[in-house]
């Protein structure tokens, strides 16, 4: 399981109730539920991945964040995960308000559009940057909000959203975004972890 | 007794029951049949519910008709239902014509046929009855509970009124209160069996004529809402049934006219008329949301059984929308669900074809409540 799941992970910890948006094949799903007793449902939009959650006894809907979120009750979840997702919605703004009245806490990741080799790609090169965690190209990235660390710290700051932890992933390893570390995160982090509620 | 009916497994129920519409009956039968073997722990018990034009002979040759079973495809040794692992149970519904009670029985304070005397059945009516056969075979928890269509409301009505008798349930292509389309649908069936002059207001079987005209319109026409335009296009499209050039009459020149005439026709020779009206009725008056006053999540709020609810993508009958609102109502009230559409061609009916993704899911839903039942249990 790659080290991302394994943060969330850690900040859920044992016997609460998760809901995973855009669970894919249900990976940190299995994990959460095996490892940590958590009781844990997805919502998942490719119906053969959904298929395979099913095939995993995960309790898994098929559906598209952007219209499915409406039906789960107000903080009717302790925890609402979303990771590395936020940024193909049409609308983010939309889906975050809806992460936030679900999940009595919510953890989003994103991938940090402010990371140097990203932003190097694009100054020397002059076309849209292609690394690891953005594998494609500008014609077919499902991604159509990218933002960075910062971007997404603002975001919070205007949207009076609270920020209860922030965490940054660089190479498998992990460190804790600080107001006065900021700068230099944005540049050095390929992903953003934040607690938020 | 019906004749035919005579040598089938039947449970004598001499409890009374309270039907929905008033009257009560005791002292009825319920024709049943059971596939697999019972384990020592009874954890391994499946109760398949069937539609409107099945019966209890799920799979193997039924032993009346001498036709395969009507869920062949999902139910046997190695299949997705697999009879060797899973104890499957299959109960004639109340209303039917295979052994239960139903109009084509007799009604023993008048010595003869109910017909129309007979009570008007509900879905609810359904689910109780199969209450006795589950305490006669002493089977305090099922494994599962399933059925597509008017089988995944007896589904919903059973997870509903018995929270705690099953570890899980699949809904499939149902709804969880029959559409004004659907309900449109039946009465065009109803009205095609009461048209037949044979038909005598239900008292066929004093004429020894029988409204085989109405009940195979009846058929023909609930047989086009189970496929799909695309699917009628692309297994008939225009074929003829002699090539060559049209007839200029009025006899079966396409295929799909013949191909339709042919299931009214096999219909007729097993399936009672009265009963097709009684057990449309029963799905036309389900309204599980109604039951809890408009609000279906409280429908389910005790329950703690496991959900999986599937539908079909070119299912226009009970389509993914209507599916869809089980699904809400399990997540506002914090039960356990998950959901998938099939991409099938095949209609409604393709929960009774062989659709791979489908008898998948089905098999791989069911072991993971066959193994977590069973790790649970320290087996």
């Given at each position: 399981m790659k080290k991302e799941f394994k943060v969330i992970a850690q900040i859920i910890k044992n016997s609460k109730r998760v809901l995973d948006v855009g669970c894919g094949d249900g990976t940190l799903m299995e994990y959460l539920k095996l490892n940590q007793q958590n009781d844990v449902r997805g919502l998942e939009p490719q119906k053969d991945l959904v298929q395979k959650c099913i095939a995993k006894g995960l309790s898994v809907i098929e559906g598209d964040a952007e219209k499915e979120l409406i039906q789960f009750p107000e903080k009717s979840f302790d925890y609402v995960v979303l990771s590395q997702t936020l940024q193909a919605f049409l609308a983010p703004e939309e889906v975050l308000k809806q992460l936030l009245r679900i999940g009595k806490q919510t953890i989003v990741s994103i991938p940090n559009f402010g990371y140097w080799k990203v932003r190097l790609h694009l100054l020397l090169k002059g076309t849209m940057p292609i690394t690891k965690n953005l594998p494609n190209e500008w014609y077919n990235t499902p991604n159509l909000h990218m933002c960075t660390i910062q971007d997404f710290a603002n975001f919070c700051n205007e949207k009076n959203i609270k920020i209860d932890k922030s965490l940054c992933l660089t190479n498998e390893k992990i460190s804790e975004i600080t107001s006065g570390n900021r700068f230099y995160k944005n540049i050095f982090s390929q992903l953003g972890i934040f607690l938020i509620q | 007794m019906n004749k035919e009916t005579k040598n089938i497994k039947k449970l004598i129920v001499h409890q009374s029951l309270d039907l929905d519409c008033g009257r009560t009956i005791k002292n009825f039968p319920l024709a049943y049949e059971t596939y697999g073997t019972l384990n020592k722990g009874k954890t391994n018990a499946i109760l398949v519910f069937h539609a409107l034009s099945g019966d209890q002979f799920v799979t193997n040759i039924n032993p009346i008709t001498k036709r395969e079973g009507w869920w062949t495809t999902a139910v046997g040794s190695g299949k997705a239902i697999d009879t060797d692992k899973f104890f499957v149970i299959c109960v004639n519904i109340l209303g039917g014509c295979m052994g239960s009670f139903g109009p084509k029985e007799i009604n023993p304070e008048t010595g003869e046929l109910f017909g129309t005397t007979f009570p008007v059945i509900t879905i609810k009516d359904m689910v109780r009855a199969q209450i006795y056969l589950l305490e006669h075979l002493s089977i305090d928890k099922l494994l599962a509970i399933t059925g597509g269509s008017m089988g995944g409301m007896q589904v919903l009505q059973f997870a509903s009124s018995y929270p705690d008798k099953t570890y899980s349930a699949i809904p499939i292509a149902c709804s969880a209160s029959h559409s004004a389309q659907n309900i449109a649908f039946n009465e065009l069936g109803r009205q095609a069996i009461m048209a037949d002059p044979n038909w005598n207001k239900g008292n066929y079987f004093k004429t020894n004529l029988s409204p085989d005209k109405g009940l195979a319109v009846a058929r023909m026409a609930a047989h086009i809402t189970y496929l799909s335009d695309k699917g009628l296009q692309e297994k008939f499209g225009r074929k003829l049934q002699v090539k060559g050039n049209l007839k200029f009459s009025f006899d079966a020149d396409f295929q799909i006219e013949s191909y339709l005439r042919h299931q009214g026709s096999v219909f007729v020779d097993r399936f009672d008329a009265n009963s097709y009206l009684y057990i449309t009725r029963a799905m036309d008056y389900f309204d599980l949301t109604k039951q809890f006053d408009g609000n279906l999540a409280n429908a389910f709020k005790k329950t703690k059984a496991k959900f999986c609810v599937i539908s079909f993508s070119s299912d226009w009958l009970y389509p993914t929308r209507e599916n869809k609102e089980i699904v809400i109502a399990l997540n506002a009230c914090g039960a356990n669900v998950g959901f998938v559409e099939i991409n099938s061609d095949?209609?409604?009916?393709s929960f009774l074809l062989d659709v791979p993704e489908f008898l998948k899911t089905l098999s791989e839903f069911l072991n993971s409540i066959y193994n977590e039942i069973n790790n649970e249990k320290g087996i």
């Open positions: - | 095949k209609g409604h009916d």
